[in-house]
């Protein structure tokens, strides 16, 4: 049972700590469990910048009581650091290849929560997505990249939340890539997991030890 003291919330492709899951979140954590440390940082679109700002943060936590809460492409990072890191994982809908589906992404975009401010996604972004999958269930990839992928330690430290009713991703998909793991699908719900709020107690139930 994991007994969490950290944990690092990780937003998705154009979103921000401001989306409805990070204050969630923030607002659940402080509630039940206020001794919880909380980083929830705003990610370079750099999926390797991303990687070194996860690196540094979690650089002095504690593996065997941290974890990382990521949404989308940020389940995608979360996938990674669950491995960089030998920490638990919970998975919001994650992005499964995401250097295939933002392929099509190049290019300028708006923010989601404030569309005066803007990303840009270039193709060397897209290439470094792929130094950044790991695990088992990477059919996605070619044979010599799915055996360079590092595994994950533990894969029952790993909670995948998927959406039947994801609009933008597959969850069949996301199913397969994480079949090994702890899987909880929803039987609607959509990508941004609106009804968030009602399902905090499987959260709760995988990253905190109840027993006392």
Known sequence: MISTTHVLYLHGFRSSPLSAKAQLTAQWLAKQHPGVQLACPQLPVSPLEAA???????SDWPSGSCAVIGSSLGGFYATWAAAEHGCAAVLLNPAVHPARDLSGYVGVHPCWHDPS???????????????????????CLS???????????????????????????????????FAWAQTYVLQASDHGISDFSEHLHVLS??????SD
């Open 117 to 139: 401010q803007h990303i840009e996604v270039k193709h060397s972004h897209i290439e470094e997505m792929k130094c950044l999958y790991v695990g088992r269930g990477l059919d």
């Open 205 to 210: 139930d995988f990253l905190f030890d109840h």
């Open 143 to 177: 044979e010599t990249d799915r055996f360079m992928a590092p595994a994950l330690a533990d894969p029952e430290r790993l909670l995948a939340v998927i959406a039947k009713g994801d609009e933008l991703l597959d969850w069949r998909e996301m199913h397969a890539r």
């Open 52 to 58: 070194e700002l996860i690196r540094d943060i979690m």
